[in-house]
Nanobody, 124 residues
Framework: VQLQAYGGGLVQTGGSLRLSCAAS????????MGWFRQAPGKEREFVAS???????NTADSVKGRFTISRDNAKNTMYLQMNMLKPEDTAVYYC???????????????????WGQGTLVTVSS
């Protein structure tokens, strides 16, 4: 199982980016996928999670600005990030749970597979 996250970059405050996470090596039908981020000197934190059927859960810090989605046919998950702020600067990781579940999950310890991360830098 491999996850490839991409789409990060440098953007100004108020700008937008779209992250993608492509999964390969297995089918992820029925599994939960999630985005997490880690800023320098801070712990990894939950950003958003989505079930195979499209149920989502989003962190309060990004709610209304970030939208998680997925295309099951393409085994790909997305994170649309709008109205970016300097405090959104972090390495963003995608993750997948290794078993089926029908509700989003915020706790990173429940995720079995992780991508390598993509850096998002928001300048002020």
């Amino acid at each position: 199982v491999q996850l490839q996250a991409y789409g990060g970059g440098l953007v100004q405050t108020g700008g937008s980016l779209r992250l993608s996470c492509a999964a390969s090596g297995s089918t992820f039908s029925g599994t939960v996928m999630g985005w997490f981020r880690q800023a320098p000197g801070k712990e990894r934190e939950f950003v958003a999670s989505i079930t195979s059927s499209g149920s989502t859960n989003t962190a309060d810090s990004v709610k209304g600005r970030f939208t998680i989605s997925r295309d099951n046919a393409k085994n790909t998950m997305y994170l649309q990030m709008n109205m970016l702020k300097p405090e959104d600067t972090a390495v963003y990781y995608c993750a997948v749970m290794g078993y089926r579940l029908n509700r989003p999950v915020r706790n990173p310890s429940f995720y079995d597979y992780w991508g390598q991360g993509t850096l998002v830098t928001v300048s002020s």
